[in-house]
Structure formats: structure tokens, C-alpha cells
């Protein structure tokens, strides 16, 4: 069985940082994404970044850009998300999932359970 859990949420003040870790177990092999998104209160839940699991290429939504950066541990079967000069707008339930779009994801049906990240202003 697929399982994603994510990690390293918590309060930060605008301008912190702090990493998120999603560990995969389950994964047969093959080529898949890993995306991470959020899901803000009263909104949509969106795309924030994705890294491949065999090339290791990476997508940045506009809104993060520069600021955060996503790598993986295939050995460790983990992904980061290193979020830096976090803005109060970051704050947001964060996912991981297998895939790089909501659609994807939602169609492949692996999410991990979520980690919460408050940004203070």
C-alpha cells in the first residue's frame, strides 16, 4: 500500500523558514512526480512545486519561486520542501502527493494527510 507522510509544519514569523518532509513507502518503482500543494482556508487547493523521481527535474509555482526549494533522498524514499522567507499569504494546510497537478494527484489518489503551516505577520 502507497503511503505519504508529511512532516515539519508549525508557527514561524514572517520572514522564517522551515522544511516539510514527505516519506513515501509502497512505491514499487517506476517514474513518478512528487508534488507538494496547499490548501488555504476558503480556498482551492494548488500546486506548489513537483520533482521527478529519476531526472530530479523541478517546478516552482510563481508564488514561490526563489523562495522555496524542493529536493529528494530517493534512498530515504523523501522529499523537502525548504520554504524560506515564508509570507503570512504562505499559510496553508501542506500536501504531498504523487503527481505534479491537483488533477493528477486526485486521479492517482495518493495524498498524504497534511501539515499545517501558520505564517505570523
Do not use: H
Given at each position: ?7 515539519g509544519g508549525?508557527?514561524?514569523?514572517a520572514?522564517g ?6 516519506v ?9 512526480n ?14 506548489v ?14 508564488s514561490?519561486?526563489d ?5 529528494s533522498?530517493n ?13 503570512p499569504?504562505?499559510t496553508?494546510v ?13 486521479n ?14
Open positions: 500500500e502507497v503511503q505519504l507522510v508529511e512532516s508549525g508557527l514561524v514569523q520572514g523558514s522551515l522544511r516539510l518532509s514527505c513515501g513507502s509502497g512505491f514499487i518503482g517506476g517514474d513518478y512528487i508534488g507538494w500543494f496547499r490548501q488555504a482556508p476558503g480556498k482551492e487547493r494548488e500546486e512545486s513537483c520533482i521527478g523521481n529519476r531526472d530530479g527535474a523541478t517546478k516552482y509555482a510563481d514561490v519561486k523562495r522555496f526549494t524542493i529536493s533522498d534512498a530515504k524514499k523523501t522529499v523537502y520542501l525548504q520554504m524560506n522567507r515564508l509570507k499569504e504562505d496553508a501542506y500536501y504531498c502527493a504523487i503527481g505534479c497537478s491537483v488533477a493528477i494527484a486526485n492517482l489518489g495518493y495524498w498524504g494527510q497534511g501539515t499545517q503551516v501558520t505564517v505570523s505577520s
